[in-house]
Nanobody
């Protein structure tokens, strides 16, 4: 059974930093890409950042220069380093993974990836 578990969320003041982690296990197929998407109350899901196994990364314009996605393939762990956090970054953050190459690339499809975790809450106060 595939399991993806996020951790590292919390409450910070604007300008602060958080590092999210996502531990994955039980994948049936070789994962080609992983990513993070978020959803704030009353808003649509938004792709945040994605990374492919070959190392290519993609970011939403709203987080470019502030967030960094990385992965530890040996341990099947995905990370999201979030710096200079803003109140508008407040949301539930989900990690996701997929093995179908055509679904990978960019940030628009992250919410449709085959596997996803349960989410971790990030709250940024002004």
């Amino acid at each position: 059974k595939v399991q993806m578990a996020e951790s590292g969320g919390g409450s910070v003041e604007a300008g602060g930093s958080l590092r999210l982690s996502c531990a994955g296990s039980g994948y049936t197929y070789s994962i080609y890409c992983m990513g993070w998407f978020r959803q704030a109350p009353g808003k649509e899901r938004e792709g945040v950042a994605s990374i492919e196994t070959r190392g290519s990364t993609h970011y939403a314009d709203s987080v470019k220069g502030r967030f960094t996605i990385s992965q530890d393939n040996a341990n099947n762990t995905l990370y999201l380093q979030m710096n200079s956090l803003k109140p508008e970054d407040t949301a539930m953050y989900y990690c996701a993974a997929d093995w179908i190459r055509s679904r990978c690339g960019g940030v628009g499809n992250i919410q449709y990836y085959a596997y996803r975790g349960q989410g971790t809450q990030v709250t940024v106060s002004s």
